[in-house]
């Protein structure tokens, strides 16, 4: 056993103290199997809860034609992304039988990095537009682009690094970059301790702590100027577009707030003496929070929708009623109802916005 694991040696000095760790007769399994599934049923459970929200939520965007706002496209990028985050986390659940380090495992691991790295850049961007814009008055409009581009090209180079290195397969619950060789703690790998924090956890950290401060100054600015120029009309013309733009808040809120445990729980594991220990208790809430990036786009983009276009939706709703009422008594109302009258919302085109000093309109849907 010892041999297969890597840890015999001809030292029978070394081979006491290997044979004296704890769980080295069994290193080659040393994860509870029946905690292990519950882990995964709770980590792939929420991916599959993910992918039913965040589909119904971009069904809702295409049927109603939200996405011709910037303020929903912004919205949608991050709910499909999460959309794909959940396939990949409800995959997981078949990691527990990747032992081996499969390709389906590796494969799955690839797309764990890459989706991660896809939703922390969208998320990015997104409280980077409403930064300038609520701080600055400056619209980031023309720089959508940009994001969709590096929000989905970047990850891609990132995420090919453990492939050079051989560190993609199970790290314990799921398939991901490796710190254990054949995933046993007793076995640590440096090279995937040293990328799970360059490659994800370091930049994690430095996102969660931008986005923060970022959130920070925002509300204390828009307080600020709430209280003092409540009456100016260049504060009341901006606050228009401000309203519409505020609920994209929830997803850089929600995804640091979910973002914090993993990075704390994996910090905390980084000490030299715990690296070769499993607390189950934190790879479940780890597993779970993970997953529940996805979740908590889905939602807040439903909340989204039905706050903001419920009012629109009813007067539409209730213009067709009418309409249809006065076809049926007169043939011209009929030809001009059935003409005009659409099955669907549609959302007023955007106004190019640009600095307020500059703007007379600030529509921003």
């Known amino acids: 056993q010892l041999a297969r694991d890597g840890l015999c040696t001809l030292d029978p000095i070394i081979l006491y103290m290997a044979s004296s760790l704890p769980n080295a007769s069994s290193c080659a399994n040393p994860l509870d199997p029946n905690r292990i599934e519950v882990i995964?049923?709770?980590?792939?459970?929420?991916?599959?809860?993910?992918?039913?929200?965040?589909?119904?939520?971009?069904v809702l965007v295409f049927v109603l034609r939200l996405y011709r706002s910037l303020v929903y496209r912004l919205a949608a990028y991050q709910v499909l992304t999460a959309l794909l985050y959940g396939i990949v986390c409800a995959l997981q659940m078949f990691s527990k039988d990747?032992?081996?380090?499969?390709?389906?495992?590796?494969?799955?691991a690839f797309?764990?990095?890459?989706?991660?790295?896809?939703?922390?850049?969208?998320?990015?961007?997104?409280?980077?537009?409403?930064?300038?814009?609520?701080?600055?008055?400056?619209?980031?409009?023309?720089?959508?682009?940009?994001?969709?581009?590096?929000?989905?090209?970047?990850?891609?180079?990132?995420?090919?690094?453990?492939?050079?290195?051989?560190?993609y397969g199970l790290a314990g619950a799921w398939c991901w970059v490796q710190n254990w060789i054949n995933d046993c703690p007793l076995n640590i790998s440096t090279t995937g301790v040293i990328e799970q924090f360059t490659l994800?956890?370091?930049?994690?950290?430095?996102?969660?702590?931008?986005?923060?401060v970022a959130v920070v100054v925002m509300?204390?600015?828009?307080?600020?100027?709430?209280c003092k120029y409540s009456q100016e009309k260049k504060w009341k013309q901006h606050k228009k577009a401000l309203i519409q733009m505020l609920p994209l808040l929830?997803?850089?809120?929600?995804?640091?707030?979910?973002?914090?445990?993993?990075?704390?729980?994996?910090?905390h594991g980084a000490r030299p003496h715990l690296l070769s220990t499993v607390d189950y208790?934190?790879?479940?809430?780890?597993?779970?929070?993970?997953?529940?990036?996805?979740?908590?786009?889905?939602?807040?983009?439903?909340?989204?929708?039905?706050?903001?276009?419920?009012?629109?939706?009813?007067?539409?709703?209730?213009k067709i009623q009418y309409g249809s009422l006065i076809?049926?008594?007169?043939?011209?109302?009929?030809?001009?109802?059935?003409?005009?009258?659409?099955?669907?919302?549609?959302?007023?085109?955007?106004d190019e916005i640009g600095d307020l000093s500059t703007t007379k309109s600030l529509v921003y849907v």
Request: charged share 10%; hydrophobic share 50%; net charge positive.
């Open 40 to 58: 995964l049923a709770l980590m792939s459970g929420t991916g599959v809860a993910s992918v039913l929200l965040c589909t119904v939520a971009m």
């Open 281 to 318: 208790s934190l790879l479940g809430t780890t597993g779970t929070c993970m997953s529940l990036w996805g979740l908590a786009a889905g939602v807040s983009l439903l909340v989204h929708i039905c706050v903001m276009k419920r009012p629109s939706l009813t007067q539409h709703k209730e």
């Open 327 to 350: 076809s049926e008594g007169t043939a011209v109302y009929n030809r001009s109802t059935t003409s005009d009258a659409n099955t669907f919302f549609e959302p007023q085109e955007e």
């Open 111 to 167: 797309f764990m990095i890459y989706f991660q790295w896809v939703k922390l850049m969208f998320t990015v961007w997104v409280t980077a537009h409403l930064f300038f814009f609520a701080v600055f008055y400056k619209n980031l409009k023309k720089w959508e682009l940009v994001y969709v581009l590096s929000s989905v090209l970047v990850p891609i180079v990132i995420a090919i690094v453990p492939f050079t290195t051989g560190t």
């Open 200 to 212: 994800w956890y370091g930049p994690a950290l430095v996102a969660y702590v931008i986005d923060s």
């Open 219 to 226: 509300a204390t600015v828009l307080v600020t100027r709430a």
């Open 98 to 108: 990747q032992r081996d380090n499969t390709p389906l495992c590796q494969a799955t």
């Open 250 to 267: 929830a997803y850089p809120i929600t995804y640091t707030i979910l973002l914090l445990v993993p990075i704390a729980t994996r910090v």
